[in-house]
């Protein structure tokens, strides 16, 4: 199983970043996808969710409104889009895949397989 995160990249305060999530090694469309983010010295946290068929999305307070999750499952991947990006959502982002549970689990502990991180720097 291979989950390849890539896009991330030093942004100004109020820019845009798209970052995408390629998945191989697994039925695509059998799993949740979701993006978390880690940033210096904090724990890692729940971005948004998507269900499997990609109709029903779930965000962290932080991201609403500005940021946008959505799949493609012909081409196994994920993506987010963020906007009015802020100092505060400088992090590594990893993309996830979960099995059983819905697409508005955010605990990183349930999910089964972990993209290896992009990093996202907003500067100021």
């Known amino acids: 199983v291979q989950l390849q995160a890539s896009g991330g990249g030093l942004v100004q305060v109020g820019g845009s970043l798209g970052l995408s999530c390629a998945a191989s090694?697994?039925?695509?469309?059998?799993?949740?996808m979701a993006w978390f983010r880690q940033a210096p010295a904090k724990e890692r946290e729940f971005v948004a969710g998507?269900?499997?068929?990609?109709?029903?999305?779930e965000y962290a307070d932080s991201a609403k409104g500005r940021f946008t999750i959505w799949r493609d499952n012909a081409k196994n991947s994920v993506y987010l889009q963020m906007h009015t990006l802020r100092p505060e959502d400088t992090a590594v982002y990893y993309c996830a895949a979960n099995r059983f549970f819905d697409y508005r689990q955010s605990s990183a502990s349930e999910y089964d397989h972990w993209g290896q991180g992009t990093l996202v720097t907003v500067s100021s």
């Open positions: 998507i269900s499997r068929g990609g109709g029903s999305t």
């Open positions: 090694g697994i039925t695509f469309s059998n799993y949740v």
